[in-house]
């Protein structure tokens, strides 16, 4: 089964991390109000952002987004998604605690479903059938109309989408892992086969390696002098072999490299959309950039071969 909630018409997702964090609330509003006058109509958070900054206890990204939602009446437009289970504790996608999760994030983002429910982290403790027959449940709710996975491997999400499947439950139809030019590990081959047979849509998060590939991050002094330079450095290393490839295929198609990670990015096997954030307004230009930028066969292989 295929995802029936119109992919296709989604090319882009912006993602909510850094609001109510490197974005204060009304930093939050101008990104998302731009975003949507450009026709953006896909937001990604989750109940845990942004439980990592000190004073926070998680859900400040839902509940700066629900404020928009309300304030501008586009509900009915946008599609939202969040996800539970951040920690990856044992336990945390049992049943009972998805849907109390679930309730919150409702509160929070003022609204009385989500188009997109995660499981943020595989939980080996409780059964995929039970994990499985709690979302589906949701949906049957009419509180859920499409469930994801994020953070998976093959092999388990191969496993909850058999399950779903068997059981005549809601399928686990899109995948969220970290995938960029940089940082390939958690999409490999055997991922991506599984998502193009099985019609699951992959949105990548981190698309732009936490503002890396757009070239501001080149020396260590530069980590230093801009807010995220510490979840930049474990890119740092290996996005220097990639960085003077993305260098000369932007220069050749006349292109931001932020737009060309991104285009490289949506032409990846079983990549439905890149999930990109902006902490300004004007950060958005990137992503809007890339829409519109189509990389050669030889270009997207230079790129492929530079990360690899």
């Known amino acids: 089964m295929t995802s029936h909630w119109s992919i296709a018409g989604i090319p882009l997702v912006l993602g909510g991390n850094v609001f109510g964090f490197t974005a204060d609330e ?3 509003f101008a990104v998302l109000d731009r975003f949507y006058e450009h026709g953006g109509r896909m937001v990604d958070t989750a109940q845990g952002y942004s439980v990592w900054v000190p004073g926070h206890v998680g859900g400040e990204s839902e509940a700066v987004i629900g404020k928009w939602l309300k304030s501008r009446g586009v509900r009915a437009d946008m599609r939202i998604g969040t996800k539970t289970g951040m920690a990856g504790d044992p336990g945390d996608l049992e049943p009972r605690k998805v849907a109390e999760e679930l309730e919150k994030s409702l509160e ?5 479903y989500v188009d997109l429910y995660y499981a943020h982290r595989d939980d080996p403790q409780t059964p995929l059938e039970e994990v499985a027959r709690g979302f589906d449940t949701l949906v049957k709710q009419g ?13 388990r ?8 499947g068997e059981n005549g439950l809601a399928p686990f139809t899109v995948l969220q ?10 999409y490999p081959p055997e991922l991506q086969r599984l998502c193009v047979e099985r019609g ?3 949105l990548p998060w981190f698309g732009l390696a936490a503002g890396f590939l757009t070239g ?6 530069d980590l230093q002098r801009f807010n995220r330079g510490s979840s930049i450095e474990r890119f740092f290393d290996k996005g220097l072999e990639v960085l003077p490839m993305l260098d000369a295929v932007a220069a050749e198609a ?7 990670a991104l285009a490289w990015l949506a032409r990846q096997p079983g990549i439905a959309a890149p999930i990109a954030s902006a902490s300004k307004p004007e950060q958005l230009d990137i992503q809007f950039e890339a829409l519109g930028l189509k990389l050669s066969e030889t270009q997207l292989a230079q790129l492929t071969a530079a990360g690899a």
């Open 254 to 260: 006349g292109a931001s490299l932020g737009a060309v």
């Open 200 to 202: 699951i849509a992959m």
């Open 143 to 155: 509180l859920v109309r499409e469930v994801g996975a994020s953070n998976y491997n093959a092999q």
């Open 216 to 221: 501001k991050y080149r020396t260590r002094e």
């Open 157 to 164: 999400l191969g496993e909850i989408h058999r399950i779903a």
């Open 108 to 112: 929070r983002l003022q609204t009385d």
């Open 177 to 186: 892992n970290e995938y960029n030019l940089v940082e390939r590990k958690d």
């Open 26 to 28: 009304d930093t939050s």
